[in-house]
């Protein structure tokens, strides 16, 4: 069944969500279909950082955003009606700023 939550509630959902990073100011994502990416440091407790020198210990750090999810998607208004799911809470201007997703399944 496929939810409509805001970006900070998927992320807490999530479980390829990550805040341990540099990366997108703490909005990491581990997936391994995440297309927007950087190349950071992991360090032994697993926090990955910027401004350390190409080692081994670089990773592929990816970044949460609404529009690159790969297990949701930007909420749009076609999918409120297709629901049927019209909730006081959501508004346009909600939507318009890509704060509400829904999940893919």
Partial sequence: ???ILSLDELSG???FFTSETDANNGYGCNHP???EYEI???DKQGYT???YPPSKS???QGKCYS???PIASVCMPEDLEEL???DEDITEEDLQDYDVMITNK
């Fill in 1 to 3: 069944m496929r939810h």
């Fill in 13 to 15: 959902e999530c479980g």
């Fill in 33 to 35: 279909n995440q297309e």
């Fill in 40 to 42: 950071l440091h992991k």
């Fill in 49 to 51: 950082h910027r401004g």
């Fill in 58 to 60: 670089t990773f592929k």
């Fill in 67 to 69: 529009f690159s999810c």
């Fill in 84 to 86: 049927n799911k019209f």
